[in-house]
């Protein structure tokens, strides 16, 4: 999605702004399951339906902190966080990562984009770092918050 006058010239114009709100995404299982396949967290608070339903204080499975974390780059993409015309977008990393409520196995999630910055680091690149609010439908604590950046060029 194309944010309105938003371009490589005009980035540091929308500094302290937001950048706009992704659209929702659901937490299936079979994300989950394919997420601790992949990554070898198996825990049976992710993967194990009928075990997390009994003992679980979420009444059922949960989604790794860190997949609900990855969602982060593909929400920000949607948003138009990279500006058309740029050639390469590189993730440089996150920081300030706070994982503030699990986010249970069938709920949506959306993520409110602000920039926080756009260093200019010359020869047409810039550092750019926003502010990341992983929003949970229906409730009122989002489930994380980050700052991530990306280096256009």
Request: hydrophobic share 40%; aromatic share 6%.
């Amino acid at each position: 999605m194309a944010i309105e006058g938003y371009s490589l010239e005009t980035i540091p114009q929308f500094v302290g702004r937001d950048l706009g709100v992704s659209s929702w995404t659901t937490i299936t299982q079979e994300h989950v399951n394919q997420f601790a396949e992949c990554t070898g967290d198996g825990q049976w608070i992710h993967i194990d339906v009928e075990r997390a339903q009994r003992e679980s204080p979420f009444g059922g499975t949960i989604a790794h902190g860190c997949l609900t974390l990855s969602l982060l780059p593909p929400m920000q993409t949607e948003v138009g966080v990279v500006p058309a015309g740029v050639s390469r977008a590189m993730n440089y990393g996150f920081s300030k990562v706070r994982f503030l409520s699990p986010v249970r196995v069938g709920v949506r999630v959306r993520d409110r984009v602000v920039l926080l910055s756009a260093e200019d680091k010359g020869k047409g690149r810039f550092l750019l770092t926003t502010q990341n609010t992983l929003e949970i439908e229906g409730e009122e604590k989002p489930a994380l918050t980050a700052e991530s950046m990306v280096l256009l060029t």
